[in-house]
């Protein structure tokens, strides 16, 4: 069995080991959160590049969306006008057609009274005595 002595000088060895081990593990984690530590300000300097340049990207499709709302208005508005003048068209398409109707009507009681002058006209030259 070892003695007080030995005891103590193993257990001061012991404790001399642990720490040194323990100053290096601790420096060896230090440096590892150093590196972690690098790593995330890296990662947040790219998250934020990336979140100004999605913002700036976003910002251009608004801007382009913007411009597209005002171009479709404004054929929304011209596509209305047309619609107007073609139903003004179709309105006066109607009275014309409404009047060429009338037109019909008339040109066809000209007609019926032109076939009666006809008639009459060949019933006189039926009566008249013929020329030798």
């Known amino acids: 069995m070892p003695t007080q002595e030995e005891r103590l000088t193993i257990l001061e060895y012991d ?5 040194t081990e323990t100053i290096k593990a601790y420096g060896e ?11 995330i300000e890296d990662a ?10 999605v913002e700036q990207g976003f910002e251009r499709v608004d801007t382009r969306l913007d411009a597209m709302d005002a171009h479709l208005e404004s054929m929304d508005t011209r596509l209305d006008q047309m619609d107007t003048r073609f139903n003004q068209m179709e309105t006066r398409l109607d009275r014309m057609g409404t009047g060429l109707d009338r037109v019909n009507t008339h040109v066809g009681s000209m007609d019926t009274h032109l076939d009666r002058v006809e008639n009459m006209l060949a019933q006189i030259l ?3 005595p013929e020329k030798d």
């Open 15 to 19: 404790l001399k080991q642990y720490k």
């Open 29 to 39: 984690m230090a440096i590892e959160m150093i590196m972690v530590k690098g790593l």
């Open 44 to 53: 947040v300097k790219r998250l934020a590049s990336l979140r100004t340049q």
């Open 126 to 128: 039926a009566r008249l």
